[in-house]
């Protein structure tokens, strides 16, 4: 996963350009770099401390030279390397695939063809360095990368020549603990069956999730692996004699890299054609995201008012870069006005175009919780979060990818071709409508997810007489085992009707079906709907927003109750309802009752346009307007507060499209500069993330804001 390159990191090494970081351990740090041509490079190089020792440098000179033994079939091709530079460095080829920890991660035990396939393929790549008398000494799942054209073998930090010492203490042991051999853990030396020992531990993660000697405290590790039986739950029994052979305690009795893969190799296809589709699909998306924009560098610490940025080989170029307390002396107007980039900085991006902020912009509020680069869409594509027990879950690229709402690490990803408007949730299950891309009539079925493997699952209602692949496919909402869903019948070219149906998902059945009649005869497009207290009000407007207007049905007949075709623009958002009324803005904020749609109450600040969607918590309703948040009563329409820092100003079109988000000390509000949080209390705004956000929804359980742009998903704290 691509994290921020650090204030200390340098902009560039020799002629390649520093974008993002992929990794840093021991011994170095791995960089995703581009050459001035364009190609995309991992670049790893040594830790300053280490580069000053000659056993090092020879370590980093061993691991060059065994990369490029290995070669690119079996490992990453070498691209270019300087081992006697101040910071010696390696660029190798980008592999796009992930390591294998992640993908059993992703997808669970692999299947056993997978492992088969994987097993041959690296005892391949094994036999092809042994062959040069060099040996890798730290096979593990995190150095396999799995690739759609076979696993490639990284990181030689700790490879050598077979029978060479000179980089290893006697009685040392070097290497991961748990996937080490006997001999290796004893001390003594690791040769070429060490390597199919540790090949044999890989397997079994691949097929199990676990590792054949458990987990813990590396001592209790290194005994169990002299001594203790291996743990082979969970390995398929015809795998059993070859693994428990290849994890004998005496190197002698282990069979040859040769043995073990004319063992598992089935002659059958092509490497890909082996993999689950689910670990297909992550590939495909790693071949994507290395294009997208890139994790933008993290600021100093607060404490350093100094930051530098140097490039390896040239001249020390110190860059002096404001301190928090020195932005926040300069006030929110200067700051704003000075477009932040005093304090974020990356290179070759201006911080105006910062997505992914990993701490505020101004005030000392709390870090992201976690952010993700994604193909998530335009303004007219990119739907809502999705909340679901513990993962969150947005429409991006082939599919529907899931995170765990707490690390952001990868839940599932389910491939299938939708958009993100025919994707809802109840908050227990997702439904989905497939769609093609394709003018023709298409059948209209709601699928439901598995929320353990990301599987589609077969058809729980397929929908008469309308076709899926309409701009007007839309999976409205859920409740209850109750999907409401607007679709139409014709094709995109030749619209012929729009309907409004509730679907019972249990039985497959139509609860029932409206028809969506627009006054003006253009094409309706249901904006959104919420439901409150049995009532389903909806947001329909056809070409012309002068044909807008709120519809309000009964849930379990469709009847309409009542409907009001005026100047207030529900738009693409879902109304903003509770139990009492639905609230709209426009040149004015007004209440509608939520029983007739007589007008309860309207106010009016005597700004043109003021007032756009709106948040109701606890019988105030928070509006989001050109001069900030304005907070109102429920019941009496009267104003509460009125946010009016000068930082706080919005686009023109901001109100229109992002609804603000209410927490219990703070509500976040989309502005040009980002996302501010405004203080409750104070009413001024207590900092701003530097963030082109969207689409806010809230998970109150854990306190969590989860939002996204064009090309990301993040989670904030909800305060």
């Known amino acids: 996963m691509l994290s921020p390159l650090t204030h200390t990191d340098p902009t560039a090494i020799a002629t390649y350009r520093l974008l993002a970081r992929l990794g840093s351990g021991g011994m170095g740090t791995v960089y995703l770099a581009r050459t001035p041509g364009g190609r995309t490079v991992a670049l790893k190089t040594m830790h300053a401390r280490l580069a000053s020792e000659a056993d090092f440098r020879t370590r980093f000179r061993l691991e060059t030279d065994a990369a490029r033994i290995i070669g690119g079939r079996h490992g990453a091709a070498v691209v270019d390397a300087d081992p006697l530079a101040e910071t010696p460095w390696l660029a190798t080829e980008y592999v796009l695939g992930p390591p294998l920890d992640d993908a059993v991660s992703l997808c669970g035990g692999l299947p056993e063809p997978t492992v088969r396939a994987l097993g041959a393929a690296l005892a391949g790549a094994l036999a092809q360095l042994h062959s040069s008398d060099v040996v890798h000494r730290d096979l593990k799942p995190s150095n396999v990368l799995v690739t759609a054209y076979g696993p490639k073998i990284i990181d030689f930090g700790i490879a050598r020549a077979a029978g060479d010492d000179r980089l290893t203490s ?15 853990a004893g001390g003594q030396e690791h040769t070429p069956p060490g390597d199919v020992f540790a090949l044999a531990g890989v397997l079994v993660f691949a097929a199990t999730g676990h590792g054949p000697f458990g987990t813990g405290a590396p001592a209790d590790l290194l005994y169990r692996v002299r001594y203790a039986t291996p743990d082979l739950t969970g390995v398929p029994e015809s795998l059993l004699p070859l693994l428990t052979a290849c994890l004998a ?28 589709p689910l670990l297909l699909a992550d590939i495909a998306r790693r ?20 930051a530098e940025t140097m490039s390896a ?11 928090r307390r020195a932005l926040l002396a300069l006030g929110g107007g200067a700051l704003l006005a000075a477009g932040g980039g005093a304090w974020v900085w990356q290179s070759g991006r201006t911080a105006e175009n910062e997505k992914l902020p990993t701490a ?13 680069e994604m193909a998530v869409g335009g303004e007219d594509e990119r739907g809502f979060p999705l909340v679901i027990e513990d993962a969150v879950a947005v429409v991006a690229g082939t599919g529907i990818a899931a995170q765990d709402q707490e690390t952001g690490d990868s839940a599932w990803f389910c491939t299938v071709e939708t958009s993100a408007q025919a994707v809802t949730t109840d908050g227990k299950q997702i439904y989905v409508v497939p ?50 869903l607007a679709g139409a019948s014709g094709t995109r070219a030749t619209l012929d009707k729009s309907f409004l149906l509730a679907v019972d998902v249990s039985t497959g059945k139509e609860l029932w079906r409206e028809e969506v009649v627009n006054p003006e005869r253009d094409t309706t497009f249901v904006g959104g709907a919420s439901m409150r207290g049995g009532v389903l009000v909806s947001a329909e407007f056809g070409k012309e927003k002068s044909t807008s207007r709120l519809v309000t049905r009964d849930v379990r007949t469709g009847a309409t109750r009542w409907q009001l075709t005026s100047q207030y623009g529900p738009g693409r958002l879902p109304p903003c ?27 009016a600040a005597g700004e043109r346009r003021a007032f756009g969607p709106s948040a109701v918590r606890d019988g105030v309703v928070y509006t989001a307007g050109f001069s900030g948040i304005v907070a109102v009563g429920a019941a009496d329409g009267k104003i509460r507060w009125h946010e009016q820092r000068p ?22 509000n989309k502005v040009a500069s980002g996302l501010s949080a405004i203080d409750l209390k104070t009413h001024h705004s207590s900092w701003v993330y530097q963030t082109d956000v969207d689409h806010l929804v809230a998970q109150e359980r854990d306190g969590r804001i989860f939002a996204v742009g064009e090309d990301f998903l993040i989670a904030l704290p909800l305060r």
């Not at 699952?457 to 409205?476: F, K």
């Open 435 to 484: 769609q093609k891309r394709e003018d023709v009539h298409k059948e209209f079925a709601i699928h439901t997810v598995d929320l353990d493997s990301g599987d589609l699952g077969p058809a729980v209602a397929r929908i008469r007489d309308l076709n899926a692949n309409m701009y007007s496919t839309q999976l409205l909402c859920a409740d209850d085992g109750v999907v409401f």
């Open 313 to 323: 080989g040239s001249p020390r170029a110190a860059s002096r870069l404001l301190s």
């Open 647 to 668: 930082g706080a100003q919005q686009d023109a079109d901001t109100y229109e499209s992002v609804a603000p988000v209410v927490g219990e000390r703070h509500v976040y």
């Open 360 to 372: 505020p912009l101004l005030g000392d509020g709390p870090p992201s919780l976690w952010s993700l």
């Open 577 to 603: 309802v509770d139990d009492q009324h639905v609230y709209v803005g426009g040149d004015s904020l007004v209440a509608l009752r939520l029983s007739d749609g007589s007008r309860a109450w309207s106010f």
């Open 287 to 306: 071949a994507t995201d290395v294009w997208l924009p890139h994790p933008h560098r993290l600021p100093a610490p607060a404490d350093d008012p100094y």
């Open 170 to 184: 006697t009685g040392a042991a070097a290497g991961t603990p748990a996937f080490m051999s006997p001999e290796q």
């Open 249 to 276: 305690k005496d190197p002698k009795s282990r069979p040859t890299t040769a043995d073990v893969a004319t063992h598992l190799h089935d002659g059958q296809g092509e490497f890909a054609d082996h993999l689950p």
